[in-house]
């Protein structure tokens, strides 16, 4: 049974917290982001870092960026969107998207066309479409 380690979490908050590191993050590169540990069915990081990769859709100011995390697991529900990045089959989690402090992204992954880009924008806004 997986068990949330919050008190290594809790560490590993104060140390990005208190990281004045700006990084330049542009809209669809793929970074490694501190998901953390979290409630319920809210995506989590993994490993000791508590990361994962995600997408950066959208960089908010000079402080935060709106990012769809990845996961290894395709579904062909809603809420995920099949994606292939570097020559691997994986799933954009739109339902688990989230505004973040640039605090939490770490080093890059990659990047994705812009034309890519504007495809999972469409995707993104029809999902969210009320």
């Known amino acids: 049974m997986y068990t949330k380690d919050f008190d290594s ?3 590993m ?3 990005l917290n208190s990281d004045d590191m700006h990084v330049n993050i542009r809209a669809g590169e ?3 982001v501190a998901f953390g540990v979290n409630i319920g069915s ?3 990081g993994k490993g000791k870092s508590f990361t994962r990769p995600a997408l950066i859709l959208h960089v908010i100011g000079s402080n935060l960026v709106l990012i ?3 996961s290894t697991k395709v579904k062909e529900v809603v809420g995920y969107i099949p994606f292939e990045f ?3 089959n994986v799933s954009l989690c739109i339902h688990q998207s989230r505004t973040i402090s640039q605090k939490r992204v770490l080093s890059r992954k990659g990047r994705i066309s812009e ?3 504007s495809e999972i924008k469409e995707q993104f806004k029809k ?3 009320l």
């Open 30 to 32: 793929i970074r490694w």
């Open 68 to 70: 769809v995390p990845l």
């Open 86 to 88: 570097q020559g691997k």
């Open 127 to 129: 999902f969210f479409t």
């Open 115 to 117: 034309n890519k880009l």
């Open 9 to 11: 979490w809790n560490e």
């Open 42 to 44: 809210e995506i989590d």
């Open 13 to 15: 908050q104060k140390h």
